[in-house]
């Protein structure tokens, strides 16, 4: 049956149809869109761990003095909560004298894996590690309430040289 062109346009049955068929995609991609989402921030947590890494390696060097990553709170939550960069002097990231501040991501992880002398990483004026130690020091993944399985871990070589590697959640670093 054919309509007059100044009715022509969808019916109540055809756009119904349209926004269930629409709903039920919503719901099969809202899941996978929030574990993406998490992907992201453990991926840019890392990221910015890593630069603040090599930027306090950097500056020592540059300022020919000792250089200082330390949380930005205490406990085993610390790195968690956010970390800062500074002079050796620096006793937390409240001090006046911090170069960069980096705040934590909801839902994200940071443990480290060793206990850091005085909770702090200090890089000496040469760009290595003051403890000389080369070890794995942070993983970061997501916290245990998300479904999301992936995690990084964080190497510092002797030399001050950090490097990622992507783990499983369930996986020491």
Request: charged letters at 15%; proline letters at 3%; a positive charge.
């Amino acid at each position: 049956m054919s309509r007059p062109k100044e009715m022509a346009g969808f019916t109540l049955i055809e756009l119904m149809v349209t926004i269930a068929v629409l709903a039920i995609l919503i719901s099969i991609a809202a899941p996978s869109m929030g574990d993406f989402i998490t992907r992201q921030r453990i991926s840019g947590q890392t990221t910015d761990l890593v630069a603040s890494l090599a930027m306090a390696r950097a500056e020592a060097a540059k300022r020919n003095a000792n250089i200082v990553v330390l949380p930005a709170a205490g406990g085993a939550d610390g790195w968690s909560s956010g970390w800062c960069v500074g002079p050796s002097s620096i006793a937390n990231c409240q001090d006046g004298n911090v170069i960069q501040h980096y705040d934590a991501t909801s839902g994200i992880q940071i443990t480290s894996a060793y206990q850091l002398s005085a909770n702090k990483l200090t890089f000496r004026r040469d760009g290595s590690l003051l403890s000389g130690l080369s070890a794995t020091p942070f993983k970061i993944n997501a916290s245990a309430s998300s479904s999301v399985p992936d995690a990084r871990c964080i190497d510092i070589n002797a030399v001050g040289r950090a490097a990622v590697r992507s783990i499983t959640r369930d996986t020491s670093c």
